[in-house]
């Protein structure tokens, strides 16, 4: 474990990573609460087990599953607390997947593995990472075309006892404070690249597994609490994941060379996880649009029009994303075989491209409203004097609803988002769980476009019904 | 009854308007359908009547007939089929607030007359317009401050036998196909405008009452079956509704200066219809991405990666008006005096501003899927011709899934969709049930910010907990 | 030449084509006018010839030709007036790609045919079509890779005394009513292509060339005149060209299976067409300008800010192209073989896809702003009747400082743009001069990025001039 | 002058700040590199001063004045050098305004004493700020009625030999480098607020006045050179300019109570500074677009349709701005009084929409097509490592062009852009220089309408000439 270039032994000890541990933790307290709604426990045959490891068998599991990370979200100050939702996402999906393979081929026992897994994490009520974008080179290419070989994680050596991998994949999050790490395909493999189907879990402290932490640049730089009000709280680590030569005992391997099932299993985890993050994203959502709306009111602008029309624009940007959920919830999709539930993927699909095409105008029209005191406004510090702290307050009042230095916390948890945050946020909001393009290409490909073209044909056929003109040769 | 500057005596005779008259007979033909889904005819106490005329007592009441509404637009080839749809929208809303208005203040017998009118209509299986939009004068005038005083429909005699009413109204769908028109104030009123508080049905046929009807161009330019493919088969017409000293019986009257019920009254029909109105209008939307994905197949340009993105932002288009009906009838709000649910606000006015403000993008990539040729295409009579017609086949083909001709039709369809019916269909897309100004300021002013804003309190709490600055004094 | 299935011998006696006979022949009106400004004939070498057939020799020239094609759009109600406009951006872009063939491979002769038939095109003071738009069969596929081989004009023959061409070419404006027909490629050829590679000239009554007309709808369907306020004054007429193996004498020959010249000869007109195209287009932006502008006023309401929003929105759509127009002519560039300039392709492109994508937009902003009685107003006819006639001016006169008359002419100007009109303008306005999706590749391809590049290489540069980690090894 | 709570007495010497001072600095290390282009010294009378503060007298010194400022920004890696750009801008406003006050009211001295400041200015080649934003309390109140009455800079006293200001002014850029602080109007103003109508220029260490500057937190948060390559090089810091009745000598006040005038300054040193705005704004476009350029070549995806496209649109926005610029200087308008030119207000209002609108939009693409390792790439430090540095190497390798540290330099430069930079360039690019919904309003009130209605009035007229209704009596 790696930051900054030195080795980190205890993250609960390390001044910034201690941040990411604490926010983690926050999970476990938050599952003490007896008041916390929804429940973040659930009795499954007859134990209390995080309700995030309880299995989806019905579409208010998924809807309670969603308020779950939505409510968990919001405790951590609008960032998401990943440590559970993501491992339960990966072993839904491996779960199905697993099954489906044992099914067609028997006797190779993946569903097996998946379900000791399953019990051992829910058991422990282990945090967990999931590591699935492969660092991928040549992105033109494919994993087995590639000059390096290791670009995409691969097996390099297999026995009966486990196998061997290789490879690294890139923003892991949360990996550095889970016990576990997931290791999961990033796309589908044709038979060349059949090395390169490979999902797992292992320890975090498995020999050769190397994470190496982003800077938490956006705790690092709050000279002052004021300045980081979000970051010195709340905040989750990404790291790039090295499998330097890791040994992965057979017990914890979940897919092996079965390159059919690569895509599959890369794709229903995605699903999930889409799912997953619209729960969380409403509630960033939600904080652009509660910051425009207040600084609407201390600047006394909230009656203009075009200020009630860019904190529309705001609330739908919030809406579309629960609009999504409700749906992809309710048309949750049954596993025959496992009985599991999993989202609705037209409905996660299109409150995902919502989420993240309209993002940054979303921001825009929060600058917008709140105005440039945003970047210009002084330090904490210079309203604790005795000169000058007066006269500030003096002419950088707004409405009497809210103090002076109110109002400029107000300014600085703007700030902070299109600043600090915004590094973090803004590529997470238009890339993380797949590229706009990518999502719009799905979508239509996908999409049925039956009863759009039975109606198309129906007008033609009827508006044509009565003319003259009918069955004309064509010259060839 | 007038049309092109002559009285029509009967519109079933009539060239042009016995297409709408032909449209709105479609759904008593469709009442006779055993097959038909969802059922036309409901059995209500024991009686069979059109299931628009069942009220609704339930989110699934609403979701039948939002479904009913789809069915019904796309047995019409995409032309919505209104007369019985927009009625009982009217009497569903003419209920709540009569009641509501009876409880205030009773004696008044608003509610009973409302209650005769509706079992007059369900037994009698009446067609039913309604006329809302007043003419407005200058818009920045309220009622009774316009210089010509009759520029809203107002009472201007009133005894115990009824009222006489003077006034117009524009764009009364129908209207001239309907048993009778009920007319419904426009916007809320201020104590001055009392006159203006005004509700009522009568026939059709009643003295005093004159329908203009708009020509209806898109019908009427159609030389040729293939060039009017809807027009010629589907349409409805509009009219300007002049009641010139109309008199309306007291048993008909439904609000007569109420005042402070006014606004609500409009607003609650509104709402109703604009949860209509989604419904209807996700067939049209159906009808524009239909006819993209069938002119990129023929095009041989379905797989490029931009055609696809087009593609995706239809499917979007149509989808998002999907996901607002569903919401809006699952969390329709049940009102206590009566029992009627009605639509749920937030979602109706989120999907109806998606489908305003975003019609004519996708009519823009309708067309940039479809290509020039649209607009450029030789007549159906040439195709029919000796000389030309087999060189016009052999130059048009496409992709040989569909004939050469069928492909004429595909272009000819799309150029109605932007041409004649364009002219109708882009204001109605963009304006009808309300302006994109006025629904995002009513969004924004009906929101429900409280979560956001106490997320961001909370935000700003937590994260200045531990700051040593508080509580300075501002000098004044 | 056919229209609508019959054979027509003399458009101007035609009752459709004639209008578009008569619009071609205000330009010849125009150039007697001594007041027209810019002048539309020009002295060269001692002889008028219209300015259109100068050839441009300097940016002032370019401006010049821009503001007399703006001109004469204006002059035709918004109507473009192609018919020497085209056919001279075809002949400056032969001259130039003529020159440089007779340079690179001399004793062709190319160039002189161009100047010998500009020298017939000037000193007649024809009026030209272009065809270039192949029909394309499957858009995948090259002009010798289709399974029709004829799908793309070709050259089914030849010899001394010039070719045989078979094909036909979709979308040629004003050819029903010019004296010769200009046909270019479409596309770059590859050497497989060659017989694609074709460019030539002639008569229109030239045998084995049929002229299937579109019909003229939007003139078709105006029952009274002020439902073709456009369409029945202005209108041009498209048709499928098809070249039925026509004989093509060999000094009308421009291109000749030089395959290498094909692609630059279709960029240099199409870059020509656009500075054209940009040119007219602005004043169809005027019209949509002017008419919203001209309701809001009517309505009372252009002092609200959403619609002064709209209506800034609009300008910008008209004063983009004209920004285009001015810098592409300043920033002209003179092809140095023959002294004459071309447009500054950077500009020309960038004003192009802004005129493209923004159409819809903007005529979305002219709707929102005109209001819904755009399509349910009454007909002309009804006013003319005494019984409803003063009705209908009572109800739906607005601001003082226009009719009723004349604002009910203005709601029918926008109906005829949105619908009748509108059939032909969407898709001109999207698609005519290339797609949107290959503008956008065009432009990025074509660009010079060098500057950006060293810029951000200064940057990162000078950022890290003075760290100290500097030239790690990659381990392989 | 203060910082994070501290007097700061020499910024030179301040551990931020000074990066500050040093930016400015690079403006005169510049001005004495003969190699400069354009050149930033200027011949005038004889002796060399900056070309900033050489008047401008024709549309060519308009364009000389926006390619230094262009310059001058790329030298400092993107960010603008505005000491002597936005002096200059207020020196012209004020120049033209003071004369015109005096040929109105002759004997006031205005212009000489605007004269004498610009002699001083030029001939010692000073630095300046420019404070103009006023803090505003409560923005739908005017300066005179709010509460507090200081809430705009105003006149508190006043004698023969100057004049006592209280107030406060947000944003002065870069006023604590600068040797003198420029004041100017905000707004219009009514004759109730002519204590508010006040311009002048005083020192910077005149007694009385506070500078309290913003946290150069994008400098401050860079823990090594590569994490912040723009900030710690190049910065400027604006602050909140407080006058605690401060004392201006006669000799320096340019407006003292001349309400009329108030606007017009405002507005044309806004015209002025929005040309020197997008002067440097299309440096930041350029920006933008050389990273998105280097990154899509970097991940092999430069060639991908949709990253073409994205490409595509950073070109239109950096090229817009060069538009709006060119344009704006060409037709430059001539003060006739002063012989002094002004920019073009309609291109430079247009550029400024542009560039505000699209900025977030703009940074999105450039997102997109980098990629999510802008914000989880790990630290410069672990590069250094000889444990993992070579891993990281192997695996976060992109095209052979470029080494894996310059690729992740490109990295942290978007990272840069969109984090600590971001909190400062998005509320400017969408701020500054006026919000974008005053300047809607703002372009459309001041638009001349006159061809576009003419246009429209022309279509009617000539459309309905042959129509046989005309002149129908109207029924009150």
Known sequence: ????????????????LSLAAEHAAQLYRIQRDPNFKPSPMTEVDGRMVSTFY???KSPADMLTRSRLIEETTRAGSGVFNIVQAIGSDAIMALMIVSKALDQRAPGKGYFQRVVK??????????ALAVAQTDVKGDRMLRPSE?????????IVDANDKGIVVRGAKAHTTQAIVADEVVALPTRA??????DYAVAFSIPTNTRGLKLIAR????????KTPEEGLMARKNIEVESLTIYDDVFVPMDRVFLMREWESAGILANLFGLYHRFTALSYRQV????LLGAAKMMAEQNGTESASHIREKLAHLIMYREQSRMAIRLAALDAVKDELTGIYYPNSLWANIGKLQSNTQYMGSVQNMIDIAGGLISTMPSPEDYAREDIGPLMRKYLAGNARMSPEERMHLFRLIRELIGPMGGLLAPGMIHAEGSIA???????????????KALVTKIIKDGTADSPRRGHPVRH
């Open 284 to 287: 960033i959502a939600e904080t």
């Open 438 to 452: 990518a999502s719009l290409i799905a979508l239509s490909r996908e999409y049925d476009f039956g009863s759009s």
């Open 1 to 16: 474990m790696y930051y900054r270039g030195k080795r980190v032994r205890d993250v609960t000890k390390h001044p910034f």
């Open 146 to 154: 590639q000059k390096d070989k290791d670009l995409y994680l691969r």
């Open 215 to 222: 800077p938490l640049m956006e705790a690092e730089s709050a």
């Open 54 to 56: 309880r299995l989806c």
């Open 189 to 194: 493999m044709t038979e060349a690249d059949r």
């Open 117 to 126: 897994f399953h019990q051992h994490v829910a058991s422990n009520d282990l």
